[in-house]
């Protein structure tokens, strides 16, 4: 758990723990000659919630994915899957379980001498399913994905985003209790990405279904994934709800993993820090939760008499959490000033860090 930013997340944590776990992964680990691909994962996906994945290239994540649908055996642990260890189970008895697991793919992976509707009913012809109700379904999963008119179509006519929409048709075929995506929105245009997230999330609030997704787009997990994970060298490292692991990323990994979508001092302002105290000193104060929605400013200003400005930052929302990173300038060399307001800061559940000194005021 997060050292900071605590107070709502334990009772999210706790309402979570007693739903029924559709995947729990115990102690996974799986070696590649001298690769521990997977080295002790354990893991659980609870109904209904999407879980989000990331690590950098290498990581695992492939591997647990396929650790997940039968497709890799671990060499030792357990992979549960709505409480039965498919481990234990036979080629024979995996099919049907392989069944409750739909998956997208970057690639889309339709069959492009099929039609549209043929693609989606794929799973239910591979069931035995009478001819008439594949085709029932088929209408119905387009029309969930708003495709109804392309049922006739054949994949090569359709746009990335559609290929897409295709495919989660196709994934949603068998009423499968757990969707997989393995970098479903890798390949498609940020507009195209926005509008696919959606249509996941709605699904995922209209059918209940829980989603375990793997990317390396922070921006998909921040706008889909209610936790996410943080794996790396086959461990995890990190985990929690988004909005508390983005707010205050504990590993380093995580951070370089962040990188991009987190605030930063603006270039021109960051060129200009040095090390040693100078005019004034730049500090940067990440909040989230309560600090981001009280008067954590106006407070500073009683507590703390003196001038302090905010040069740069804000408060964004991940989950309907304020989530933000306040960049201050505190004017003057006065240590012991400096250090009360760090003190009051930090009694506020803030992370504080002093990046430098700017020699003339900002
Ligand atoms: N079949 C295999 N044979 C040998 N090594 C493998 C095999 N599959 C995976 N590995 C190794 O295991 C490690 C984890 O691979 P994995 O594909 O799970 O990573 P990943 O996190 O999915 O990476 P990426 O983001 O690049 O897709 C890597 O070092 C990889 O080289
Ligand atoms: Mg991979």
Same mark, same amino acid.
């Given at each position: 758990m997060n050292q900071h930013f605590t107070s709502t997340v334990e009772t999210a944590e706790q309402a979570g723990a007693t739903q029924q776990d559709v995947v729990r992964l115990v102690e996974l680990k799986r070696r590649f000659?001298? %690769?521990?691909? *997977?080295?002790?994962?354990?893991? %659980?996906?609870?109904?209904? &919630?999407? @879980?989000?994945?990331?690590?950098r290239s290498g990581a695992g994540k492939s591997t647990l994915i396929r650790c997940l649908n039968g497709l890799e055996r671990p060499d030792s642990g357990g992979v549960f899957i709505e409480g039965r260890e498919i481990g234990r189970l036979?080629?024979?008895? *995996?099919?049907?379980?392989?069944?409750?697991?739909?998956?997208?793919?970057q690639h889309f992976n339709l069959l492009s001498a099929k039609t549209v509707e043929d693609n989606v009913a794929l799973?239910?012809?591979?069931?035995?399913?009478?001819?008439? &109700?594949?085709?029932?379904?088929?209408?119905?999963?387009?029309? !969930?994905? +708003?495709?109804?008119?392309?049922?006739?179509?054949?994949?090569?006519?359709?746009?990335?985003?559609q290929k897409q929409r295709v495919g989660i048709a196709r994934a949603l075929a068998a009423r499968p209790a757990l969707l997989l995506s393995d970098e479903a929105t890798s390949a498609l245009d940020p507009e195209t990405t926005r509008?696919?997230?959606?249509?996941?999330?709605?699904?995922?609030?209209?059918?209940? @279904? %829980?989603?375990?997704?793997? %990317?390396? &787009?922070?921006?998909?997990?921040?706008?889909?994934?209610?936790r996410v994970a943080v794996i790396d060298a086959g461990?995890?490292?990190?985990?929690?709800?988004?909005?508390?692991?983005?707010a205050d990323p504990r590993s380093e990994i995580t951070r370089s993993l962040l990188g991009a979508i987190r605030p930063q001092l603006p270039?021109?302002?960051?060129?200009? !820090?040095?090390?040693?105290?100078?005019?004034e000193t730049i500090l940067r104060v990440d909040v989230a939760g309560e600090a981001a929605s009280g008067p954590l400013l106006s407070d500073?200003?009683?507590?703390?008499?003196?001038?302090?400005? !905010?040069?740069?930052? +804000?408060?964004?929302?991940i989950q309907q959490q304020p989530v933000g990173t306040l960049f201050l300038s505190v004017p +003057?060399?006065?240590?012991?000033?400096?250090?009360?307001?760090i003190t009051f800061l930090k009694a506020r559940q803030t992370r504080v860090e002093v990046l430098g000194h700017v020699a003339n005021p900002v």
């Open positions: 000659g001298v %690769t521990a691909a *997977l080295d002790g994962i354990s893991l %659980t996906v609870r109904k209904g &919630e999407i @879980l989000g994945i990331i690590g036979g080629e024979r008895d *995996l099919q049907p379980l392989r069944r409750r697991i739909g998956m997208i793919f799973p239910l012809k591979i069931e035995g399913r009478p001819k008439a &109700e594949r085709l029932a379904r088929a209408a119905e999963l387009l029309d !969930l994905v +708003g495709l109804s008119e392309k049922a006739k179509a054949y994949p090569a006519l359709l746009s990335g985003g509008s696919i997230l959606a249509l996941l999330k709605d699904i995922n609030r209209r059918l209940g @279904l %829980t989603i375990l997704l793997i %990317t390396h &787009e922070m921006e998909v997990i921040r706008s889909i994934a209610d461990r995890i490292v990190e985990e929690g709800p988004v909005w508390s692991v983005f270039a021109e302002l960051a060129a200009r !820090l040095l090390p040693a105290a100078g005019a500073l200003a009683t507590a703390v008499p003196g001038a302090f400005r !905010l040069v740069h930052g +804000g408060i964004d929302h +003057g060399s006065d240590a012991n000033r400096l250090a009360d307001i």
